[in-house]
């Protein structure tokens, strides 16, 4: 079993910036591909961003220029940098990884709990 532990999010001014991070932790795992993905209320599901096991990203166009992925595979730990964030970026924000898990190994997709973030205008 895999969790993954969002933090960084909060309330901030549009234009301010905010750093998010997810950590996962359990046993006999290994992280393919991890990102970030958000929802806004009464919207679907939306991917922000997303980073390869060998650090390729991807950006969703209206976040392009603004957010930056990263991660730390020794800490099994992705990040997202939101800088110039406007008040359309608010939403809950979500990790998102994909694991294989245990003996015989399991290809599995866990996500965060998800975590607010607020930009007021």
């Known amino acids: 079993q895999v969790q993954l532990v969002e933090s960084g999010g909060g309330l901030v001014q549009a234009g301010g910036s905010l750093r998010l991070s997810c950590a996962a932790s359990g046993s006999r795992f290994r992280i393919n591909d991890m990102g970030w993905y ?54 809950v924000y979500y990790c998102n990884a994909d694991v294989t898990v245990g003996f015989p190994p399991i290809k599995t997709t866990y996500w965060g709990q998800g975590i607010q973030v607020t930009v007021s205008s």
Request: proline letters at 4%; hydrophobic letters at 30%; zero cysteines.
């Open 38 to 91: 958000r929802q806004a209320p009464v919207k679907e599901r939306e991917l922000v961003a997303s980073i390869t096991s060998g650090t390729s990203t991807n950006y969703a166009d209206s976040v392009k220029g603004r957010f930056t992925i990263s991660r730390d595979n020794a800490r099994n730990t992705v990040y997202l940098q939101m800088n110039s964030l406007r008040p359309e970026d608010t939403a």
